[in-house]
């Protein structure tokens, strides 16, 4: 399943909630290579050509047991955020969500997970969605007062947001959209509180297009432009009509996450490239790369994985994968896989270092419904929370660094 095929589902499921909850294993399908490896030998007199060299991975199997009714971080359930620690669950006005994003970008974010300093009260910020007869219906993002309860537009026709430290949010404007057509607009920054200074909106894109807005890299937005043909170009926005790609053009390129200083950024790139590369976001230089073709999981066709929504902690990565999740080093120069964790059954979404990287938390789906899941790497055991039945999950977050020292930031 492509990712555009994924997209329209999530779109189509905000019409009608339970075919949301349908299979992930055609998304991993469509960064897999079932093929044959290296050309196929010759039928005449001449010698094979060689296989390419192909190393096994052991991969760690973890036990999994069930979990308590609600997750050790905040999340999105439904119209509730969950796990906010000595917070009641909270009820929202409307659902966040994003049919054309899905669980790609953040769908909501707190504000002590930007800048608590900036923010004596504490709310959230989320992209919520209606529905207008279309296909992706009508977005916007919404702020919702942790204290009073009070859920406010922030900016009505917008889609995914980007909240930096110095209180500016980039977001995507939606300027029009067919009723099956995903919409189009522009990037714009503006700040969040209504009395800075600096507070009218400027647009960073000049021109219309379908944007997915992923993380601030320090002053720099980084965010996906959607081409024709379903793929992603991954773009950096340094300011008002300055726009330049991070990776090839052409090349379909995923974020996987922002060092904690904002300076770099671990993407993966696939449609037969299959490298996971470090970039210097201010520069635009590689320092690092990973061939993932050259290395397969025990058990598991196709390319070591790397993929959307993943967290940089220290020198780690964690990034999603099919029953399980993957968790790189970055060296100076260098990448290398430092472990390989194995869910039965299970795909891990937007999974975060939770205090360590020894434990990571996440999500996952089924036929069945969506549950978060807690992973404590060392004792190699996976807690799984109650089936959320038609009710989607995410996981409240920001992609932006730097950001405030917290266990889960």
């Given at each position: ?5 994924r ?51 052991p ?17 999105v ?22 049919p ?48 009073s ?11 995914t947001f ?7 949010v ?8 067919g ?17 800075d ?11 219309k ?83 993932r ?17 993943g ?11 099919p ?15 430092e ?71």
């Amino acid at each position: 399943m492509t990712r555009r095929q994924r997209n329209r589902r999530l779109g189509t499921a905000v019409l009608a909630l339970a075919l949301f909850a349908g299979t992930a294993g055609g998304l991993w399908a469509a960064l897999s290579d079932h093929g044959r490896l290296g050309p196929k030998p010759s039928e005449t007199t001449s010698p094979p050509v060689p296989t390419p060299s192909v190393r096994t991975l052991p991969v760690t199997r973890m036990t999994i047991v069930p979990g308590p009714a609600d997750p050790p971080m905040p999340f999105v359930r439904g119209d509730q955020v969950v796990g906010i620690p000595l917070v009641p669950p909270l009820t929202l006005a409307e659902t966040p969500q994003d049919p054309l994003s899905g669980w790609i970008a953040p769908v909501a974010t707190l504000s002590n997970q930007i800048a608590p300093q900036l923010y004596p009260d504490d709310f959230l910020l989320y992209q919520s969605w209606t529905n207008d007869g279309t296909a992706y219906g009508h977005q916007s993002i919404r702020r919702h007062d942790l204290g009073s309860g009070a859920d406010t537009v922030f900016e009505d026709r917008a889609g995914t947001f980007a909240w930096n430290q110095d209180g500016r949010v980039a977001y995507f404007r939606i300027m029009g959209h067919g009723k099956l057509d995903p919409p189009v607009g522009r990037v714009v920054v503006r700040y969040l509180q209504t009395e800075d200074p600096v507070s009218s909106p400027q647009v960073w894109t000049s021109e219309k297009a379908r944007w997915i807005v992923a993380g601030w890299a320090g002053t720099h937005v980084l965010a996906y432009r959607e081409l024709e043909g379903e793929a992603l170009e991954l773009w950096v926005l340094d300011g008002p009509g300055m726009a330049r790609r991070l990776a090839p053009a052409g090349v379909n390129t995923q974020l996987v996450a922002i060092s904690p200083d904002g300076t770099r950024a671990f993407v993966s790139e696939s449609d037969g490239r299959d490298r996971a590369v470090v970039f210097e976001v201010a520069t635009g230089d590689e320092v690092a790369s990973f061939d993932r073709a050259g290395l397969r999981l025990q058990g598991q066709d196709g390319p070591v994985p790397a993929g959307y929504a993943g967290m940089w902690l220290g020198d780690h990565v964690v990034t999603w994968g099919p029953n399980g999740f993957v968790i790189y080093r970055v060296e100076a120069d260098r990448i290398t896989v430092e472990t390989a964790v194995h869910l039965d059954g299970l795909d891990l979404y937007e999974p975060r270092f939770y205090g360590s990287p020894w434990r990571v938390v996440g999500w996952t789906r089924s036929g069945k419904g969506h549950a978060y899941v807690d992973c404590d790497i060392r004792a190699r055991t996976c807690r799984v929370g109650p089936t959320a039945k038609r009710q989607n999950i995410y996981a409240v977050y920001t992609a932006s660094r730097p950001g405030p020292t917290l266990l889960e930031s």
